[in-house]
């Protein structure tokens, strides 16, 4: 599936986008100030969403001169709530000399027919608090936030703790 709107073209990474897509990825954590805490390779990128087993997907903007200038990775959830799988939009990211080119929402708008397509109820992700543009952006798609549910996270040392 690819889409294309004015000269931006949506494209499915492949597994020889891994370090492009690792590249994005250290983009959005520079912006999201978190980038010391990004221990991804393009190695692992490659042998999670392209090996024997795909832990997620993703796709790619290219503007008219044919370079990356955005991306998305999600995966599927199920909710047994709605009966239904649900797209996990992971990360949303345009590159800052690219943005106001509606190239976020050309990617949200891509993700959706995804959604659709897999019969999925729902489309969710996190933003953080304090970013306002983007949590001004998604309320204007008309999405809403779940402020009654808290995220928690087990890191890999309490997970190997848990294991045990």
Known sequence: M???TSSISIRPAT???SQLLLDLVLGLARYEKLEDQ???TAEA???FGFGESS???AVIAYDERDEAVGFALYFFVFSTFVGHPSLWLEDLFVVPEARGRGIGLDLLKHLARIAIEKK???MEWNVLDWNEP???FYKKLGATAQDEW???RLDKAALTELGK
Request: glycine share 4%; with cysteine.
């Open 2 to 4: 690819s889409s294309s």
């Open 15 to 17: 597994e020889s986008d």
């Open 38 to 40: 990004v221990t991804a």
């Open 45 to 47: 990128l490659r042998e």
């Open 55 to 57: 832990y997620f997907k």
């Open 120 to 122: 999925c109820g729902r």
């Open 134 to 136: 983007a949590i001004n």
């Open 150 to 152: 808290t995220t928690y």
